[in-house]
C-alpha cells in the first residue's frame, strides 16, 4: 500500500485467506523504535497491501483471530492484549509487571494463550481474566501454538522449541493461506 515497513513482526490469516501482520515500527530494544505500532492486511490473491491501523506505542506484536473471527493482537509494551471491536481497538486485558505478552493462540474452550517472555511462563486468558499459567522451564517464551494437546513454545533465551503436554486441545486454525488449502 505505499508504507514503507520497518519491522514486520507475526503474522495470521482472516476467512478470505489475507495475510495479517504487526509491524511494531522498530526494535523490541527501542534503539529504532519510531511508535505508534501498525497492523497491516495483504490480499495474497491480488498482491495488493495497506496499513489497516495504527495502534498506540505499545509495540505491537502477536497476531491472530479468536473463534469468533475478531482480530487478537499483542502489545509488548503496554503489557496488553487488544481486539479490533467495530474498526477500533479494544482492551481485553492488561497483563501484570513482568508479563510482556508477545504470541498468541487458542485452546478448543475459547481460552487465550499468550507467551509473556519475561514471566517465564505462558499466560492463560478466558473472558478478559488470567485463569492459568504454563510455565515454561526457565525459557523465554516468545511465541506459541498448540499441536494437538502439547502447547509448543519458541524459547528466546536458547533458541529451543519446547513442548508442553496439557490437558486441553489446541483449536485449530480456522484460517490459512490459499497454498495451504490446494
Known sequence: GGVPLVAPCDVAFDPEGRLW????????DQSTYRGPGRLFVFDVATGEGELLAEVGDGFTNGIGFDADGVLVWAES????????VDGRPADIIRLPEKHLPDGVCWDDDGRLY????????VTVIE????????????????NCCFDGNALVTTDARRGALWRHELSVRGRLLPFSSPAAQS
Open 21 to 28: 501482520f504487526t509491524d511494531p515500527n522498530g526494535r523490541p
Open 77 to 84: 509494551f503496554s503489557r496488553r492484549i487488544r481486539a479490533l
Open 114 to 121: 499468550v507467551a509473556t517472555t519475561y514471566s517465564l511462563s
Open 127 to 142: 473472558a478478559g481474566e488470567i485463569v492459568g499459567t504454563v510455565p515454561a522451564e526457565g525459557s523465554a517464551p516468545t
